[in-house]
């Protein structure tokens, strides 16, 4: 899981790092990179004004469940977050992970932090909330560093074991979608520059390469001796965004990346 990646990371860079989770059968992992963790629920405003007390840096990266609601877990987190940042005065950064998913369908079209979003979905429209609600939160002592995440991939989360299930299948569509990816020592790698740097604003967080859906699934399909993946033109895709997604602010700021090519 990338967010232990990060934790790890800084635990070596001699950081203190507590780690929260809403999970309590999850304690016992992240000891083994955190020097203390907390079972703590978003929109508990009291836990979380106590659990800021002394922090140099809050890492925002709640995840939503298939069964979770987006507005709880995304956009109450931020609000409760917010509204008692005045009882963390040590606080100078957030960071928070979005995703690129928000932009929407541009056809295919590259876009950039600066290009409008087209959230073609309620929880897209929540996560857009969600980043305003938190760079609302900026100050001159105070970074909100934003971070718009391509799909993840890496240890744990392998290309042929994503794509495997798709493997002997129909998928709808003709699969000439962009597929915009990171992987998870970026995440990891993007997140202690911004913290080393002091990053602020907005940044996408994807690879140089972006191929379509359909080159990406026959590639990993080829590779790992999978049965190929048939398309159905006919039906209409299930994808609701279609868009190439800049990383050029980010290797602007000087991050240099790991990965910018897959290594299928």
């Not at 590259?110 to 909330?129: F, G, H, R, S």
């Not at 744990?156 to 794509?163: D, F, T």
């Not at 690879?207 to 039906?235: F, G, M, S």
Request: glycine share 8%.
């Amino acid at each position: 899981m990338w967010v232990a990646a990060v934790a790890q990371h800084w635990r070596d860079q001699g950081i203190t790092v507590t780690a929260t989770t809403t999970r309590p059968e999850r304690v016992a992992d992240l000891m083994a990179v955190a020097e203390a963790v907390q079972v703590v629920q978003g929109t508990d405003a009291a836990t979380v004004a106590d659990l800021l007390q002394a922090q140099n840096t809050l890492l925002i990266c709640v995840g939503a469940g298939r069964q979770a609601s987006y507005e709880e877990v995304y956009l109450h987190t931020a609000k409760t977050v917010v509204s008692v940042l005045d009882q963390a005065p040590t606080l100078e950064q957030i960071i928070f992970t979005s995703t690129y998913s928000i932009y929407g369908n541009y056809g295919g079209a590259w876009v950039t932090e600066d290009d409008p979003l087209k959230p073609a979905t309620d929880n897209a429209c929540i996560m857009a909330a969600t980043e305003q609600v938190l760079l609302g939160a900026a100050s001159p002592q105070r970074r909100v560093c934003i971070f718009r995440l391509g799909g993840i991939y890496g240890p744990g989360r392998e290309l042929a074991k994503i794509y495997s299930r798709a493997a002997g299948n129909t998928r709808p569509g003709d699969g000439h979608e962009a597929s915009n990816w990171i992987h998870r020592d970026d995440i990891v790698g993007a997140i202690a520059f911004a913290q080393t740097h002091g990053l602020e604003g907005i940044y996408n967080l994807v690879q140089d390469e972006i191929p379509t859906v359909r080159e990406l699934i026959d590639r990993v399909c080829q590779t790992h001796n999978l049965e190929p993946v048939t398309w159905d033109a006919t039906q209409p895709s299930a994808r609701p965004y279609n868009v190439r997604v800049s990383n050029r602010k980010l290797k602007a700021a000087g991050y240099q990346f790991h990965h910018s090519q897959f290594a299928i």
